[in-house]
């Protein structure tokens, strides 16, 4: 992980948040289909089941795990790996992070400041990180395969 990450200040957001608004992912849902609708085909059928894990669950364990690197980047390159075939690409991740930071804004509302914001930028990037290193190792395309490999031969 680039940077620590303020455990603390992460911890106390979310308890706040979720106890003001118990289910925060009904308000994510709303606010990245209104944003990004493109993403909406991706969640199929066990939908409401799936989105109600997506998020909060993993947020709450990635909340507990935060000084556990070794979970971390286990559990969530595992998890990046699962949203390949979930048709997931390397841009959703900035809209996914958007819609959250925009959920918990909204409902964190007077205790939301330029440091909390940070605080779960922060996060994001490196949850977001983690999953993408699962992503790469499982699929790694031909093309890009092949480049990344000429390149290495052929720098000095
Ligand atoms: C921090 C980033 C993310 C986290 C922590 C996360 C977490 C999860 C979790 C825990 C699941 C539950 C299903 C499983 O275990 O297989 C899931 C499913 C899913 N996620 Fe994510 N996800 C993230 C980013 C994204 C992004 C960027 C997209 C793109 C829109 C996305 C789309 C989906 C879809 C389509 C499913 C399956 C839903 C279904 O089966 O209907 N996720 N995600």
Same mark, same amino acid.
């Given at each position: 992980?680039? =940077? ?10 979310? %308890?706040?948040?979720?106890?003001? *608004?118990? $289910?925060?992912? /009904?308000?994510?849902?709303? !606010? ?5 609708? %493109? ?11 799936? %989105?109600?894990? @997506? ?14 690197? &070794?979970?971390? $980047? #286990? ?15 390397? *841009? @959703?991740?900035?809209?996914?992070? *958007? ?7 909204? +409902?964190? =509302?007077? $205790?939301? &400041? ?16 983690? @999953?993408?290193? /699962? @992503?790469? !190792? *499982?699929?790694?395309? !031909? ?5 990344? !490999?000429?390149?290495? +031969?052929? #720098?000095?």
């Amino acid at each position: 992980m680039t =940077k620590p990450l303020n455990a603390e200040l992460l911890r106390s957001t979310f %308890q706040l948040v979720t106890e003001r *608004e118990p $289910a925060i992912t /009904g308000r994510f849902y709303e !606010i990245l289909f209104e944003r990004y609708p %493109q993403v909406r085909p991706l969640f199929g059928g066990n939908s409401a089941r799936a %989105q109600q894990e @997506m998020l909060q669950g993993a947020l709450v364990a990635v909340i507990e795990h935060l000084e556990d690197t &070794n979970w971390l $980047a #286990s559990t969530l390159a595992a998890l990046g790996r699962k949203h390949v075939a979930y048709g997931v690409t390397r *841009e @959703m991740f900035d809209w996914v992070g *958007e819609a959250l930071l925009a959920t918990l804004a909204e +409902v964190a =509302k007077d $205790a939301w &400041n330029h440091e909390v914001a940070q605080a779960w930028q922060d996060a994001y990037e490196a949850i977001r990180d983690l @999953m993408l290193v /699962g @992503m790469v !190792i *499982e699929v790694p395309p !031909i093309e890009s395969a092949s480049a990344v !490999i000429t390149a290495a +031969v052929q #720098s000095p």
